[in-house]
């Protein structure tokens, strides 16, 4: 398995096409995982959101998936809430 440096180092030598496919396979992928995410959360299912604003120990849980993004409220505090993309989302 190749290790972080070296994707680095290969990033930084890149010319602007191999860049391009590079850019288009990140976000393929980041697409499919918020797909996965979305697909194996319910309403009532508690998560973390993983931002860096946002401290990790602070609990949420689901209350609406809409279309895109999905609406989380702080659990203890019911006016508390997000709307959050599922990538960011961790569940517990």
Known sequence: MTNLK???EFIAKADTGE??????AFNGMKL?????MRASL???DNVYINHRKIDAK???FVFKINGVNIKVKEVGKENVSFNVTPSLLVKI
């Open 6 to 8: 070296d994707v680095l």
């Open 19 to 24: 860049l391009e496919i590079i850019r288009e």
């Open 32 to 36: 499919d995982k918020s797909s996965n």
């Open 42 to 44: 319910k309403v009532g």
């Open 58 to 60: 602070r609990m949420f």
